[in-house]
């Protein structure tokens, strides 16, 4: 199990259920393969959801080819589905060593997903607007982590039915799996592993200005293409974090960012966000 000590409620839940009427059911605890391994929770979702998803064929710039191995851009519906499918069985697996987080959420979450996909759309279209002017190094780079961009609407404009099934993965994929996956590795682990060592022990929420650097800095790498976007989004959900100390409103902030934008794409035929 995750240990936090320091939270009375969750200190208070593994001592035993509490006595007299009305009083709510202990958690039951983890398999054991989970407790002896408080990593493996936040960090297998995310590695298989990366893993997979590193076989996600991108359409060729014109006047360059396909490397060799990558996959027809056809095929990318298919690996897209089989990365959801994947990481949510990896989720499911981990799912017991999470009920540990208090299941609060507050309206603040939902705000925080609303201004974020406003930042992240205005910053990306002005790191846009910035690109023919950096030098070729650094476009290069940005465009290393160029998204698949992938249309269904007019890639199987001839078969419907598959087109908005597709979509409808799509969405499930980004508002619930990639939510959640991306908020477990950055919040429960890696922002609490540079906290101390013994993250497993570090309270949700809690940080120092390395968590905080790390917090900011890792999704930004992530995400080269939308650069200014991931500075200014992750820390302001960083905020959010510290504020309410609930993973949960991180993940729904997450998740209203991605519902947003995904209907942005497809309401104004950005697939490049996509």
């Given at each position: 199990m995750i240990d936090h000590p320091n939270d009375e409620r969750l200190k208070d839940a593994a001592a035993g259920p509490e006595q007299g009427p009305?009083?709510?059911?202990?958690?039951?605890?983890?398999?054991?393969?989970?407790?002896?391994?408080?990593?493996?929770?936040?960090?297998?979702?995310?590695?298989?959801?990366?893993i997979v998803g590193?076989?996600?064929?991108?359409?060729?710039?014109?006047g360059s080819t396909a490397?060799?191995?990558?996959?027809?851009?056809?095929?990318?519906?298919?690996?897209?589905?089989?990365?959801?499918?994947?990481?949510?069985?990896?989720?499911?697996?981990?799912w017991p060593a999470l009920r540990v987080f208090p299941r609060r959420v507050s309206i603040l979450s939902v705000v925080v997903g609303i201004v974020g996909v406003v930042a992240w759309i205005g910053l990306w279209r002005v790191q846009m607007g910035l690109l023919?002017?950096?030098?070729?190094?650094?476009?290069?780079?940005?465009?290393?982590?160029?998204?698949?961009?992938?249309n269904p609407l007019a890639e199987l404009a001839d078969r419907p039915a598959l087109a908005y099934g597709f979509l409808a993965v799509r969405f499930f994929g980004l508002t619930v799996v990639i939510a959640l996956a991306e908020e477990l590795f950055l919040r429960v682990f890696l922002m609490r592993f540079?906290?101390?060592?013994?993250?497993?022990?570090?309270p949700f929420g809690e940080v120092n200005g390395t968590a905080l650097a790390v917090g900011t800095a890792f999704?930004?790498?992530?995400?080269?293409?939308?650069?200014?976007?991931?500075?200014?989004?992750?820390?302001?959900?960083?905020?959010?974090?510290?504020?309410?100390?609930?993973?949960?409103d991180c993940v729904i902030a997450h998740a209203t960012t991605n519902l947003l934008l995904g209907c942005y794409v497809v309401w104004t035929g950005a697939w490049e966000l996509w």
């Open positions: 009305g009083a709510p059911p202990p958690s039951p605890a983890p398999p054991r393969w989970l407790a002896a391994r408080p990593w493996i929770a936040p960090v297998l979702p995310l590695v298989v959801f990366s590193s076989f996600e064929p991108k359409p060729v710039v014109e490397p060799a191995w990558q996959l027809p851009y056809s095929a990318y519906p298919a690996v897209y589905t089989l990365k959801i499918v994947l990481t949510l069985v990896a989720l499911a697996l981990v023919p002017h950096l030098p070729e190094s650094v476009r290069s780079m940005l465009d290393a982590g160029r998204r698949s961009a992938y540079f906290v101390r060592p013994d993250w497993w022990n570090v999704p930004m790498l992530m995400h080269p293409a939308e650069l200014l976007a991931a500075a200014v989004w992750f820390s302001l959900v960083t905020w959010l974090m510290i504020k309410t100390r609930s993973l949960w």
